[in-house]
């Protein structure tokens, strides 16, 4: 399975940035993808999951929530929308495939794609 993310780049604080990550084949090791994301000088830190055969996301919606994760089930690809972005939201940021929403075990990495805010 290889994971394939694209979409970063610099923006400035509030802005907004889409990342997209596909994934090659589906198995059971990759009915959930997500996103990690490692800020400079920093552990790497779970952003979110989601499902692609049930749509179940992780964390849940929240309508205060600035970033926010879809999927296209027949395209195999995942989606993350991030809005009103601020610096502290600089990161290498790491599409990923797993068995479960946690995300604590995974079964593939993408490579990273750098997502810059200035302020």
């Known amino acids: 399975v290889q994971l394939q993310a694209s979409g970063g780049g610099l923006v400035q604080a509030g802005g907004s940035l889409r990342l997209s990550c596909v994934t090659s084949g589906r198995t059971l090791s990759n009915y959930v993808m997500g996103w990690f994301r490692q800020p400079p000088g920093k552990d790497r830190e779970f952003v979110a999951s989601i499902h692609l055969r049930t749509g179940r996301t992780y964390p849940p919606p929240s309508a205060e929530a600035r970033f926010t994760l879809s999927g296209d089930n027949s395209k195999n690809t995942v989606y993350l929308q991030m809005n009103n972005l601020k610096p502290e939201d600089t990161a290498v940021y790491y599409c990923?495939?797993?068995?479960?929403?946690?995300?604590?075990?995974?079964?593939?990495w993408g490579k990273g794609t750098q997502v810059t805010v200035s302020s």
């Open positions: 990923a495939s797993s068995t479960n929403l946690s995300m604590l075990r995974v079964t593939s």
